[in-house]
Protein backbone atom coordinates (compact mmCIF):
# COMPACT_ATOMS: atom_id res chain seq x y z
CA UNK A 1 0.00 0.00 0.00
CA UNK A 2 1.37 3.31 -0.90
CA UNK A 3 1.71 5.67 1.95
CA UNK A 4 -0.64 8.37 2.10
CA UNK A 5 1.05 12.02 1.85
CA UNK A 6 1.68 14.37 4.37
CA UNK A 7 -0.76 17.24 3.56
CA UNK A 8 -3.52 17.52 0.85
CA UNK A 9 -3.27 20.11 -1.77
CA UNK A 10 -7.01 22.30 -2.06
CA UNK A 11 -5.36 24.76 -3.01
CA UNK A 12 -5.72 23.89 -6.85
CA UNK A 13 -9.91 23.16 -7.13
CA UNK A 14 -10.73 26.54 -4.90
CA UNK A 15 -8.38 28.22 -7.73
CA UNK A 16 -10.04 26.27 -10.10
CA UNK A 17 -13.54 27.87 -8.89
CA UNK A 18 -12.71 30.86 -9.08
CA UNK A 19 -10.94 31.42 -11.95
CA UNK A 20 -14.08 29.91 -12.96
CA UNK A 21 -16.82 32.45 -10.96
CA UNK A 22 -14.10 35.34 -12.51
CA UNK A 23 -14.11 33.97 -15.92
CA UNK A 24 -18.61 34.48 -15.98
CA UNK A 25 -18.66 37.66 -14.32
CA UNK A 26 -16.27 38.73 -16.65
CA UNK A 27 -18.47 37.43 -19.64
CA UNK A 28 -21.36 38.91 -18.26
CA UNK A 29 -19.88 42.32 -18.33
CA UNK A 30 -18.74 41.76 -21.94
CA UNK A 31 -22.18 41.22 -22.92
CA UNK A 32 -23.55 44.09 -20.82
CA UNK A 33 -21.55 46.05 -22.52
CA UNK A 34 -21.96 44.55 -26.07
CA UNK A 35 -25.13 45.16 -25.92
CA UNK A 36 -25.46 48.51 -24.68
CA UNK A 37 -23.25 49.71 -27.97
CA UNK A 38 -25.53 47.88 -29.96
CA UNK A 39 -28.77 48.15 -28.68
CA UNK A 40 -31.52 49.26 -31.06
CA UNK A 41 -33.51 51.06 -28.63
CA UNK A 42 -30.83 53.53 -27.91
CA UNK A 43 -32.12 57.33 -27.15
CA UNK A 44 -28.62 58.04 -29.38
CA UNK A 45 -29.35 55.86 -32.39
CA UNK A 46 -33.40 57.70 -32.56
CA UNK A 47 -31.85 60.93 -32.61
CA UNK A 48 -31.13 61.02 -36.55
CA UNK A 49 -32.66 63.97 -37.59
CA UNK A 50 -36.24 62.41 -40.40
CA UNK A 51 -35.96 63.49 -43.85
CA UNK A 52 -37.85 65.88 -45.18
CA UNK A 53 -40.55 64.70 -47.48
CA UNK A 54 -42.42 66.78 -50.00
CA UNK A 55 -41.66 69.47 -51.85
CA UNK A 56 -38.76 72.01 -50.10
CA UNK A 57 -36.59 74.87 -51.03
CA UNK A 58 -33.96 72.62 -52.15
CA UNK A 59 -35.61 70.18 -54.34
CA UNK A 60 -34.13 69.08 -57.24
CA UNK A 61 -35.04 70.16 -61.14
CA UNK A 62 -35.54 67.19 -64.09
CA UNK A 63 -36.69 66.42 -67.01
CA UNK A 64 -39.72 65.66 -65.84
CA UNK A 65 -39.80 66.50 -62.00
CA UNK A 66 -39.02 68.97 -59.26
CA UNK A 67 -38.18 66.93 -56.50
CA UNK A 68 -41.50 64.46 -56.01
CA UNK A 69 -43.87 66.20 -57.99
CA UNK A 70 -43.76 64.43 -61.49
CA UNK A 71 -44.86 65.71 -65.13
CA UNK A 72 -48.65 63.83 -65.64
CA UNK A 73 -49.83 64.16 -61.96
CA UNK A 74 -53.16 65.08 -61.81
CA UNK A 75 -54.19 68.26 -59.58
CA UNK A 76 -54.85 66.77 -56.15
CA UNK A 77 -51.31 63.98 -56.91
CA UNK A 78 -49.28 67.15 -57.21
CA UNK A 79 -50.77 68.71 -53.93
CA UNK A 80 -50.07 65.47 -52.46
CA UNK A 81 -46.59 65.03 -53.27
CA UNK A 82 -45.87 68.57 -52.43
CA UNK A 83 -47.24 68.22 -49.13
CA UNK A 84 -48.47 71.77 -49.58
CA UNK A 85 -51.72 73.45 -50.48
CA UNK A 86 -51.75 74.56 -54.34
CA UNK A 87 -52.99 78.37 -55.34
CA UNK A 88 -54.55 78.42 -58.76
CA UNK A 89 -54.51 81.78 -60.91
CA UNK A 90 -57.24 84.20 -60.73
CA UNK A 91 -58.96 83.24 -63.65
CA UNK A 92 -58.06 79.64 -63.50
CA UNK A 93 -61.91 78.43 -64.30
CA UNK A 94 -62.25 80.55 -67.29
CA UNK A 95 -58.90 79.60 -68.81
CA UNK A 96 -59.78 75.92 -68.20
CA UNK A 97 -63.02 76.44 -70.39
CA UNK A 98 -61.82 78.13 -72.74
CA UNK A 99 -57.86 76.73 -73.37
CA UNK A 100 -58.07 73.88 -70.90
CA UNK A 101 -55.15 74.68 -69.74
CA UNK A 102 -53.89 77.20 -66.70
CA UNK A 103 -51.20 77.31 -63.68
CA UNK A 104 -50.81 76.55 -59.91
CA UNK A 105 -48.44 77.20 -57.32
CA UNK A 106 -47.43 75.93 -54.03
CA UNK A 107 -48.74 78.10 -51.60
CA UNK A 108 -45.79 77.67 -49.27
CA UNK A 109 -42.41 75.87 -49.93
CA UNK A 110 -40.71 74.40 -46.61
CA UNK A 111 -37.04 76.65 -46.16
CA UNK A 112 -37.99 79.05 -49.37
CA UNK A 113 -38.26 82.61 -48.41
CA UNK A 114 -39.26 84.86 -51.36
CA UNK A 115 -36.96 87.85 -51.39
CA UNK A 116 -38.79 90.97 -51.07
CA UNK A 117 -38.14 91.74 -55.32
CA UNK A 118 -40.75 88.58 -55.99
CA UNK A 119 -43.98 90.15 -54.72
CA UNK A 120 -44.68 87.39 -52.48
CA UNK A 121 -44.79 85.25 -55.73
CA UNK A 122 -43.87 81.79 -55.81
CA UNK A 123 -40.74 80.51 -57.44
CA UNK A 124 -42.47 77.46 -58.99
CA UNK A 125 -45.50 77.52 -61.11
CA UNK A 126 -46.96 74.39 -62.49
CA UNK A 127 -49.26 74.05 -65.95
CA UNK A 128 -52.01 72.18 -66.04
CA UNK A 129 -53.41 70.78 -69.18
CA UNK A 130 -56.31 67.97 -69.43
CA UNK A 131 -56.06 67.69 -65.65
CA UNK A 132 -52.83 66.37 -65.73
CA UNK A 133 -49.70 68.51 -65.18
CA UNK A 134 -47.73 69.30 -68.37
CA UNK A 135 -44.86 71.56 -67.58
CA UNK A 136 -42.75 72.68 -64.56
CA UNK A 137 -41.80 76.54 -64.38
CA UNK A 138 -38.90 77.27 -62.42
CA UNK A 139 -39.25 81.28 -61.76
CA UNK A 140 -36.31 82.18 -59.04
CA UNK A 141 -35.03 80.22 -55.83
CA UNK A 142 -32.33 77.35 -56.11
CA UNK A 143 -34.10 74.91 -57.70
CA UNK A 144 -31.31 73.72 -59.50
CA UNK A 145 -30.78 71.02 -62.88
CA UNK A 146 -28.88 67.52 -61.94
CA UNK A 147 -26.41 69.49 -63.89
CA UNK A 148 -26.37 72.51 -61.18
CA UNK A 149 -28.12 74.80 -63.62
CA UNK A 150 -30.69 76.90 -62.00
CA UNK A 151 -31.49 81.16 -62.31
CA UNK A 152 -28.70 83.16 -62.18
CA UNK A 153 -26.61 80.57 -64.10
CA UNK A 154 -24.63 81.92 -67.13
CA UNK A 155 -25.05 81.03 -70.52
CA UNK A 156 -21.52 79.82 -70.51
CA UNK A 157 -22.65 77.23 -67.76
CA UNK A 158 -25.75 76.45 -69.62
CA UNK A 159 -24.00 75.59 -73.18
CA UNK A 160 -21.22 73.38 -71.21
CA UNK A 161 -23.69 71.91 -69.33
CA UNK A 162 -26.14 71.16 -72.04
CA UNK A 163 -24.49 72.12 -75.51
CA UNK A 164 -21.04 70.36 -74.97
CA UNK A 165 -19.38 73.67 -75.14
CA UNK A 166 -20.87 75.06 -77.93
CA UNK A 167 -24.18 77.58 -78.12
CA UNK A 168 -27.55 75.32 -78.16
CA UNK A 169 -30.06 76.76 -80.84
CA UNK A 170 -31.75 79.92 -79.77
CA UNK A 171 -35.25 81.27 -80.38
CA UNK A 172 -35.87 85.27 -79.83
CA UNK A 173 -39.33 85.64 -78.65
CA UNK A 174 -39.20 89.22 -76.88
CA UNK A 175 -36.17 90.36 -79.04
CA UNK A 176 -32.44 90.84 -78.78
CA UNK A 177 -30.96 90.18 -76.31
CA UNK A 178 -33.22 87.88 -74.70
CA UNK A 179 -33.68 84.15 -76.37
CA UNK A 180 -34.03 80.59 -75.57
CA UNK A 181 -31.76 78.14 -74.84
CA UNK A 182 -33.17 74.56 -75.17
CA UNK A 183 -31.77 71.54 -73.67
CA UNK A 184 -32.94 68.36 -75.89
CA UNK A 185 -32.63 64.54 -74.30
CA UNK A 186 -30.78 62.06 -76.03
CA UNK A 187 -32.52 59.50 -74.22
CA UNK A 188 -35.20 57.52 -76.96
CA UNK A 189 -37.58 57.47 -73.84
CA UNK A 190 -36.87 61.36 -73.47
CA UNK A 191 -37.74 62.24 -76.64
CA UNK A 192 -41.19 63.85 -75.81
CA UNK A 193 -39.57 66.14 -73.27
CA UNK A 194 -37.31 69.38 -73.06
CA UNK A 195 -35.28 71.74 -70.68
CA UNK A 196 -36.02 75.43 -72.17
CA UNK A 197 -33.90 78.23 -70.18
CA UNK A 198 -34.57 81.95 -70.50
CA UNK A 199 -31.70 84.02 -71.30
CA UNK A 200 -31.23 87.66 -70.84
CA UNK A 201 -28.56 87.40 -72.82
CA UNK A 202 -26.02 86.99 -70.23
CA UNK A 203 -27.50 84.73 -67.54
CA UNK A 204 -31.23 82.49 -66.84
CA UNK A 205 -34.13 84.62 -65.86
CA UNK A 206 -36.66 81.45 -65.87
CA UNK A 207 -36.60 78.14 -67.10
CA UNK A 208 -39.14 75.39 -67.75
CA UNK A 209 -39.07 71.71 -67.89
CA UNK A 210 -41.89 69.03 -69.47
CA UNK A 211 -43.42 67.87 -72.22
CA UNK A 212 -43.64 68.79 -75.98
CA UNK A 213 -45.47 71.53 -77.12
CA UNK A 214 -46.48 72.50 -73.66
CA UNK A 215 -42.76 73.45 -72.74
CA UNK A 216 -41.86 75.00 -75.81
CA UNK A 217 -45.08 77.74 -75.31
CA UNK A 218 -43.55 81.31 -75.14
CA UNK A 219 -46.41 83.22 -73.42
CA UNK A 220 -47.30 80.24 -70.65
CA UNK A 221 -50.80 78.62 -72.24
CA UNK A 222 -50.07 80.39 -75.13
CA UNK A 223 -48.04 78.67 -78.06
Known amino acids: MEPMPDTLDISAPLRNRRTAKLKAAALAILVTLVAGACGGDSPEEDSSPTPIQGLNANSPVKLTSVGPVVVGMTVDQVSQAAGVALTRQPDYDTAMAEKNCAYVSPATIPGYSPPPESGNKSPLAFMIVD ?92 P
Open 131 to 222: GKLARIDVLGGDFATDKGIKVGSSETEVTDAYGGGSPLPPRAFVGPPYRYLTASPKDAEDQGYKMVFESDGAKVVNYRVGKQPEVENRQGCS
